[in-house]
């Protein structure tokens, strides 16, 4: 229910740029033509913005005599991807973008510690191109259901739905033909001891009972050839604390 509301939220965006009452009520035709098509009896149908975007237009159309067609993306198995796509240069770019959450008590031991990542490609191709990403071995996936020693567990494994199921379980190959521009392939998240590349400790001093001291370290962890951009520490104070300083 959620994942359906947040794919009608962004195909409305994409339509009328802004998702407010106003541009509803402006547009409730195309709202309604959208809602058809996006479910099938209580079922998500075509869920692409760029897909609905080729037989829903918010332009008027000639009249056209002859023999209407549906649009191939509408009949054919990838419904993600428009036919005809052609580049002068083809170009794949993948970014693997991961975020360490931890949680630490106040003797420094790390009660949470997990990694939430996500594959995001940006994809220039002509035709119908079959891409193939491959795994490190040492790499183990939930729903294979397979065990090894020494090997990393994903967990929560998310897919884009171009990828090909039935061969990710046999050798866990990631196979899809994927859609044009920019989307997720894929999440995931891995619960495991992380090293905290930042490691933060703190000192409370109470003086009286109207003023206490807190004292903060910070100390970087990570290899001396990274660089750490935009990091922020945020010391809560209570709501009715005077002059925190």
């Known amino acids: 229910a959620v994942f359906i509301l947040d794919v009608k939220g962004k195909v409305f965006c994409e339509y009328f740029k802004e998702l407010e009452e106003e541009s509803i009520r402006d547009n409730f035709v195309i709202v309604y033509e959208l809602l058809d098509e996006l479910m099938d009896f209580g079922f998500p149908q075509t869920t692409d913005s760029k897909i609905l975007q080729e037989y829903i237009t918010q332009q008027s159309n000639k009249l056209e005599t002859g023999k209407s067609r549906v649009p191939p993306t509408v009949t054919n198995a990838v419904s ?55 795994l490190n071995d040492r790499v183990l996936f939930e729903l294979t259901g397979r065990s090894k020693n020494k090997s990393v567990e994903l967990e929560d494994v998310k897919f884009h739905q171009c990828v090909r199921l039935s061969r990710f379980d ?76």
């Open 170 to 245: 046999n050798d866990r190959t990631i196979s899809f033909i994927p859609p044009d521009g920019d989307f997720e392939l894929m999440s995931y998240r891995l619960s495991t001891q992380v090293k905290p590349l930042i490691w933060i400790e703190s000192v409370i001093e109470k003086f009286s009972h109207s003023r206490v001291e807190i004292m903060v370290k910070a100390k970087g962890q990570f290899k001396k050839q990274s660089v750490a951009n935009g990091v922020e520490i945020s010391v809560p104070v209570p709501s009715d604390a005077d002059s925190p300083r």
């Open 80 to 134: 993600w991807r428009s036919e005809g796509i052609k580049y002068k240069k083809n170009e794949v770019f993948i970014d693997v973008i991961e975020s360490v959450n931890l949680l630490v008590n106040a003797n420094g031991s790390v009660l949470l510690s997990e990694i939430v990542g996500t594959i995001k490609l940006k994809v220039f191709l002509s035709g119908m191109p079959e891409l193939r990403l491959g």
